[in-house]
């Protein structure tokens, strides 16, 4: 089973762009990278997700390598509303094997 | 907005106790799951469900039962609740077929602790 790797916390400063990356390096072929958002008292919520190469959104992008065995979830332009603590999350669409990382704590200073 | 509530937002149970949390999702999703979460530990899938009467065991189902009678309801059941038991636990829905990479959508979680 792919184990997930992330650091375990993270500061920068408004107006920055943040890197956060994932490693997973026994990733299987039919699985998915997605990452998760969560702010205090609140459950994880959906940011983005991707198989390879690179995806964007209105939020973030994610940056997959050709081995996939990392991710690197950036943050463009961070604000202090940004801080939260940021999952990776490895799994497939064929199966229930849920792979979470055990979480990136991202602190944003002024 | 798919919306999915658990009963509680905190909960104090003494020590043998059995504890009932439960939770809804709104969205007639297949797939309800239950992790808890704990400091440094991540979210840890504790059992989950693809369908009404249907479920699996996650990776900690130890010490843990659960229910779904209907659709919309998951029920996660400490038999005799103990202080190692004591965590965050979090409920989330997710729409059928998708596995693991389909979006999860969680509830705020529910604090127990066990004295």
């Known amino acids: 089973l792919a184990k997930t790797t992330q650091p375990i916390s993270m500061d920068s400063y408004e107006g920055q762009e943040v890197n956060i990356t994932c490693s997973h390096n026994?990733?299987?072929?039919?699985?998915?990278i997605t990452w998760y958002q969560q702010f205090p008292s609140q459950g994880p919520r959906f940011i983005i997700q991707g198989y390879k190469t690179k995806v964007t959104n209105e939020v973030a992008s994610l940056f997959i390598p050709a081995d996939r065995k990392s991710s690197t979830l950036s943050l463009p332009r961070v604000s202090l509303s940004d801080t939260a603590v940021y999952y990776c999350?490895?799994?497939?669409?064929?199966?229930?094997?849920?792979?979470w990382g055990a979480g990136t704590k991202l602190i944003i200073k002024p | 907005d798919v919306k999915v509530t658990q009963s509680s937002r905190y909960l104090v149970k003494r020590t043998g106790e059995k504890v009932f949390l439960e939770c809804v999702q709104d969205m007639d999703h297949e797939n309800m799951f239950w992790y808890r979460q704990d400091p440094g530990l991540g979210l840890r899938l504790i059992y989950f469900s693809y369908d009404v009467k249907m479920k699996e065991k996650g990776d900690i189902p130890e010490g843990y039962s659960v229910s779904r009678e209907k659709k919309e309801r998951f029920s996660l059941i400490l038999e005799s609740a103990s202080t190692n038991q004591t965590s965050m636990y979090l409920c989330?829905?997710?729409?059928?077929?998708?596995?693991?990479?389909?979006?999860?959508?969680f509830g705020p979680g529910t604090r127990l602790t066990v004295l």
């Open positions: 989330a829905s997710s729409l059928s077929g998708g596995g693991s990479a389909d979006t999860q959508y």
């Open positions: 999350l490895v799994g497939g669409y064929s199966n229930y094997q849920l792979i």
């Open positions: 026994n990733i299987a072929t039919n699985d998915y």
